[in-house]
């Protein structure tokens, strides 16, 4: 997003200068509106707001670091392990988390509405624009204000919301003390929250060449970007954590220092809003999967269907409602998006400069995807060991397709290679016939790196993981090697040679923060939680996702389970048709937006499946095994770094001491 870019240099002379970010700059409002009288200022101010937008992206650290904590992912080195990877040992209080690298974003975040409602507040001063971009750029920042409240209450629940008596938005709660402070309820984060957004619609374009010109202003803020935003906060709302905690009374006593039940009750009408939301935006009929080819014919075109949502340029990407490029890390020589690429890439100094094996995919991940050719999710279960899921003691379904411990002779990969190089292989069984996301994502011990020449080589090579030392990624006892056994691979585009670390600096994408099987898929959930629950609503806009990845419909890959009444048993696992299709959406996600930002770990919180999910030793393949067939036993002892915890208190996140400190009498989350 160039636009992000933008260097605030006119505003440097203090719009923030208060010691407390719950303060307003007001010494000098005449200078104030001299500024906010000027078009470049304005604009300049504006492309600052964008600065606090959540870095939902650096999967090692920050707001993406959430993937490091859930159960999709496995840090793959034993050394540089991030304050999040800690946390999900559980090793963190209010006291360790004191900034963003640790998780703690509060401060972040509010400065970031601070400054949105200084600049909505004198905006009128503008006069050197026209009121149609004036309008939008006030759409803008309460946009980003709802988003930056958002990003607070994903993350700590409901939390202080800076408006009047008649509830309308101030810049910050300029007439009470710290001591005074105390969180908002639920129910008032989510419509002031709302309220915002729906403002913002009326006043976003629903494209930015609407209003001024596109070039150089990619990323600002659509109309579509506000329904999209809306859409996920009422998803939120509606969901077990926000909704009744499930009947378990987590948060029945929850109240802060006035009295007020910051939790409410169960309430299934919630689910129509988000039904409504999402129809909405779906009813613009603007946005589209991307596609290319016949993904139901060529498993290659479902591929690339799939992973344009990353490569496609944002001109013509039909998905992504809203999203921003990759910034420039200043703690990552590599820069931009090639950081996050060699931080996952395998390491060993042969397939890619500077791989560090740094980020894994969970073989529960790994698990996920569906069969290409039966289009069943080959896994619906685990077995439990000592009271925790054991991922070697899978509940596979028996009509998918799927061979979880045997091995194939001559088999031919078919994705982002060519069999002109690509020799045919022996490979894991559990690693063939799955759809196209598990091949664009990631890459199974022993097959071919997708590249002909990579690096220095004049002949391909393969991705090994296990201790030999004449393998591409040797294993090693302290650091520098893959320590799951596949490599995630989502980002590296087939054939990319990164010989020089120059190579990774150019690489760019767009993040896309909104998309549009995101909206089907909340579309999809509404439709199976809402009180007048219709199935085959929620089957047809999920069969939309599927089909981009070249899978069949539900109804064809499972003609033995009832989605819209009774349910039935697969593997021994027997669910109703309501649980079956929630299972089902949750696969779906879990599959579909892999390592895409923080979506994983929201998702399993919101829908209160964490403490479940997460709790379980640290499975791996076997990659401490002196051959290949051995390596493909799954194990719980090769992994260093201890295993994942979870507990009720972590359903959300601490108020960091500082901030306490400041708020006297704020109301801590439960447990800490």
């Not at 998803?235 to 006593?253: E, K, M, V």
Request: with cysteine; aromatic share 14%.
């Amino acid at each position: 997003m160039k636009f992000r870019y933008l260097i605030l240099a006119a505003l440097a002379i203090s719009l923030t200068a208060c010691d407390s970010y719950f303060d307003i700059n007001t010494k000098d409002q005449a200078t104030l509106a001299d500024i906010m009288s000027r078009s470049t200022a304005v604009r300049q101010y504006l492309a600052h707001l964008y600065a606090y937008i959540p870095n939902d992206e650096n999967l090692r650290a920050n707001e993406g670091g959430t993937s490091l904590r859930s159960d999709e992912a496995l840090h793959g080195k034993s050394q540089w392990e991030t304050n999040w990877y800690k946390v999900r040992r559980g090793e963190y209080s209010s006291a360790s988390s004191t900034d963003v690298g640790s998780g703690n974003v509060w401060k972040k975040f509010y400065e970031g509405i601070n400054e949105c409602g200084i600049f909505i507040d004198n905006l009128h001063y503008d006069k050197e624009d026209s009121p149609t971009l004036v309008s939008a750029m006030e759409g803008e920042a309460r946009f980003l204000r709802a988003y930056y409240y958002f990003s607070l209450f994903r993350h700590y629940g409901p939390v202080i919301i800076w408006m009047d008596k008649d509830g309308n938005p101030v810049s910050s709660d300029q007439n009470i003390s710290g001591k005074d402070m105390d969180r908002n309820t639920v129910e008032e984060n989510v419509n002031f929250m709302v309220k915002e957004l729906d403002k913002a619609i009326e006043l976003l374009p629903a494209d930015i060449s609407e209003v001024i010109a596109d070039y150089s202003n990619m990323g600002r803020a659509t109309k579509g970007a506000a329904m999209a935003l809306k859409t996920r906060i009422l998803l939120f709302a509606a969901s077990p954590l926000y909704n009744g905690q499930n009947g378990t009374g987590l948060y029945d006593s929850f109240v802060n220092s006035r009295g007020e039940k910051l939790f409410p009750d169960y309430d299934i009408k919630k689910w129509d809003k988000v039904y409504d939301a999402a129809k909405a935006i779906i009813d613009l009929d603007k946005y589209a999967l991307t596609s290319k080819g016949n993904p139901m014919k060529n498993i290659q075109d479902a591929a690339d269907s799939y992973q344009n949502v990353w490569f496609e340029n944002w001109g013509t990407n039909t998905e992504i409602i809203w999203g921003w490029w990759y910034r420039q890390w200043a703690e990552d020589f590599l820069g931009s998006i090639g950081g996050e690429i060699a931080f996952s890439a395998p390491s060993g100094g042969k397939l890619c400069r500077n791989g560090y094996s740094l980020i894994t995919p969970s073989l529960k991940l790994i698990d996920a995807y569906p069969m290409a050719e039966t289009g069943r999710y080959p896994v619906v279960s685990y077995d439990e060991t000592a009271g925790l899921i054991d991922l070697s003691r899978p509940v596979v379904d028996p009509l998918s397709g799927y061979r979880e411990d045997e091995w194939v002779d001559n088999y031919q990969q078919l994705v982002d290679v060519a069999p002109s190089w690509a020799k045919p292989i022996k490979v894991h069984s559990s690693t063939v016939g799955r759809d196209a996301r598990f091949y664009s994502n990631f890459l199974p011990n022993g097959f071919w790196w997708p590249c002909q020449r990579p690096m220095d080589s004049d002949t391909p090579l393969q991705f090994t993981c296990w201790d030999d030392p004449n393998c591409t990624s040797p294993y090693s006892a302290t650091e520098g090697c893959n320590r799951v056994g596949y490599v995630w691979r989502r980002l590296y585009k087939a054939g990319n040679n990164l010989k020089e670390n120059t190579d990774y600096n150019s690489i760019r994408y767009v993040y896309p923060a909104f998309r549009l099987a995101e909206v089907y898929l909340t579309y999809a959930e509404a439709c199976n939680e809402m009180q007048s629950r219709n199935a085959a609503e929620a089957i047809s806009y999920i069969d939309k996702v599927r089909a981009r990845s070249g899978l069949k419909g539900l109804a064809e890959a499972y003609p033995d389970i009832d989605f819209a009444g009774n349910g039935g048993t697969i593997g021994g696992v027997t669910r109703t048709g309501q649980e079956w299709l929630r299972w089902v959406i949750r696969q779906e996600k879990m599959c579909e937006f892999a390592f895409e930002g923080s979506q994983r770990h929201y998702d399993a919180v919101r829908t209160m499946i964490a403490e479940k999910e997460y709790n379980m030793e640290n499975w791996t393949l076997h990659v401490t095994a002196d051959n290949y067939e051995d390596s493909y036993t799954r194990v719980s002892d090769d992994y260093i770094g201890g295993r994942s915890v979870f507990k009720k208190r972590d359903y959300l996140f601490p108020i960091g001491s500082a901030q306490l400190a400041e708020m006297t009498n704020f109301t801590q989350n439960p447990g800490w």
